[in-house]
């Protein structure tokens, strides 16, 4: 069958279309023809070696790819068949995924509800669930003033809509006027672009002063100053990436000293209970098919084109999320 695979770390051109020999579920497994694979941030990181420790043992070349979406073709032995044929999200163990079929953990299936597309369906999956939980996490209540950095990007896009859907007022922040028309028309009350001089007095003209939410995916000198944006006393930032390269450095009594909050929020802190993963991403999944949510997919790409895919990711050129399809 037709795959894509890393012979040996470095640049996006190092993956290859290769023919691999089609997987057989084993007992607790079923096997997806896939019809969309998304694209992760961490994987551009895997194939550059910068997160080679991700793959563990696992020797190359090896097959990329987690988040999945397709039918299923072949459930393995005891398995039930009545799965075969419908329509799912799943999960690899990392690896697998940017092939024409994919053998994953049955326990990891999660029905795709009628009316919404797969390629929909797995734009949302995990980003979804990690964009649900961020706001969980923030404790955002109605009338929240909140700041979302990269706001046009795969977690940003549902974050805004959910935001909105709680009431909040948000400041949606990224570069370039694309993306900021993009924001806008997913209903935030403001946008504004990082990259120009004096961004910061622009979100506070628009809020009338501080805002108390920052979601911070950027991290280096933009988190510094989103920090400095928070309400003293009632401010929280929540940190969950640091996509510039450099992790947000907070010196305690600076918190201290403003009465600020800061977290930490890592998606596996979801994934690893598999109750709450499945329940977030069933939520926002009902959503999107019951039009209350809407899907942002910015590129999709031939599998074959993997390389130029991952490249896209690197360059921060995409919105929403991007997909590879068989």
Do not use: C
């Not at 570069?175 to 120009?196: C, M, N, Q, T």
């Not at 628009?206 to 400095?228: K, M, Q």
């Amino acid at each position: 069958m037709r795959s894509v695979v890393l012979p040996e770390f470095g640049p996006p051109d190092r993956l290859r279309a290769a023919d691999i020999p089609l997987p057989r579920p084993g007992k607790g497994e079923v096997t997806v023809e896939v019809a969309a694979v998304g694209v992760q941030f961490l994987e551009t990181q895997i194939r550059s070696g910068a997160m080679r420790s991700v793959l563990g043992d696992a020797p190359l070349p090896v097959v990329l790819g987690k988040e999945i979406a397709g039918r299923v073709a072949e459930v393995g032995p005891g398995g039930d068949l009545e799965l075969v044929g419908t329509r799912v999200l799943a999960s690899t163990q990392g690896t697998g995924g940017y092939a024409e079929v994919a053998a994953v953990a049955a326990d990891t299936l999660i029905p795709v509800p009628a009316g919404l597309d797969l390629e929909d369906a797995v734009a949302l999956y995990r980003h979804g669930a990690t964009a649900r939980g961020l706001v969980g996490a923030a404790r955002v209540t109605a009338g929240d003033r909140v700041l979302v950095q990269a706001a046009a990007g795969a977690v940003g896009t549902v974050l805004v809509q959910l935001l909105k859907r709680a009431g909040a007022t948000v400041i949606g922040a990224a570069r370039g006027e694309d993306k900021l028309a993009l924001i806008r028309k997913l209903g935030a009350d403001h946008v504004v672009d990082y990259s120009l001089t004096g961004w910061r007095d622009r979100v506070r003209d628009a809020v009338d002063g501080s805002v108390e939410v920052v979601f911070d995916h950027v991290g280096g000198e933009l988190g510094r100053e989103s920090l400095d944006l928070l309400t003293p006393g009632s401010g929280r930032q929540v940190v969950f990436g640091f996509s510039s390269g450099r992790p947000l450095d907070v010196q305690p009594m600076e918190l201290f000293g403003r009465g600020l909050t800061l977290t930490g929020f890592s998606s596996g802190l979801i994934w690893n209970k598999p109750a709450l993963a499945r329940g977030l991403v069933t939520e926002v999944l009902d959503l999107a098919a019951a039009g209350r949510l809407t899907p942002v997919i910015g590129q999709r790409f031939l599998l074959e084109r993997a390389g130029d895919a991952h490249a896209a990711v690197e360059a921060r050129s995409t919105v929403g999320k991007t997909l590879l399809i068989p």
